[in-house]
């Protein structure tokens, strides 16, 4: 059962415009979810988080969202660069388990 | 700066062999994490770790894997008489505290042949 779903395997964005990557997940319990970015042959690195007493977190040109009534969550990215083309993975933990749950990860790529 | 060290990077074994994949995690982190992520999907969790106690290993197949982060050293997960499906890119993750995001390693490419 995946409990955290990255509907869109991948994602095409001009430099300079933004781009969303969009998660839902099924499980009520969480309450805390991240976005990690990974390159090809590194590890995932952390990008940002948001609590579930939130509905927003802004760093920088990256912003999360998260509507809890629709178990939806969104990264977006504004203005995009070329750097960051990567896999982005949503990931969520909560309940009686501290590990993170991952979504499949969405494929960026920004066009310069 | 001293991140989240796996090795090897790459470990090629023909089946039936054991693989031995090595973390050492960040400075002053005792929490460590294991995932898998098989070609075309995402990180599974495997194992969740502190410094002599495994913690949730809800993850882990029941036979044939351990995991195990003794008081000194890096934490190990073992794969006995390895199969192709054991195939899979291994990453290791720490933190210091348990709502801390988690820092991952570069992982540990598994090939079976």
């Known amino acids: 059962d995946q409990q955290v779903k990255q509907n869109s395997p991948s994602l095409s964005v001009q430099e300079g415009r933004i781009s969303i990557l969009n998660c839902d997940y099924t499980?009520?319990?969480?309450?805390?979810f991240l976005w990690y970015k990974k390159y090809p042959a590194e590890g995932p690195t952390f990008l940002i988080s948001?609590?579930?007493?939130?509905d927003k977190n802004e760093d920088g040109r990256f912003t999360v969202f998260l509507n809890k009534s629709a178990k939806h969550l969104s990264l977006h990215i504004v203005p995009s660069q070329p750097g960051d083309s990567a896999v982005y993975f949503c990931?969520?933990?909560?309940?009686?388990?501290?590990?993170?749950?991952f979504g499949t990860g969405t494929l960026l790529a920004v066009q310069p | 700066n001293a991140g989240v060290m796996q090795n090897p990077r790459h470990l090629v074994r023909r089946r039936g062999q054991e693989a031995r994949l090595r973390c050492s995690p960040m400075?002053?982190?005792?929490?460590v994490y294991w995932y898998r992520q098989l070609p075309e999907e995402g990180l599974k969790f495997m194992v969740y770790?502190?410094?002599?106690?495994?913690?949730?290993e809800s993850g882990m197949p029941k036979e044939r894997f351990s995991a195990e982060f003794p008081k000194e050293g890096p934490s190990i997960l073992r794969i006995q008489q390895v199969v192709r499906g054991d195939s899979a890119a291994y990453f290791c993750a720490s933190t210091g505290t348990e709502g801390s995001p988690l820092h991952f390693g570069n992982g540990t490419r598994l090939t079976v042949t």
């Open positions: 770790l502190q410094k002599e106690n495994i913690i949730d």
């Open positions: 400075k002053g982190h005792s929490h």
């Open positions: 948001i609590s579930s007493i939130k």
């Open positions: 990931a969520a933990k909560g309940g009686a388990t501290n590990k993170l749950i």
């Open positions: 499980n009520s319990m969480f309450d805390y």
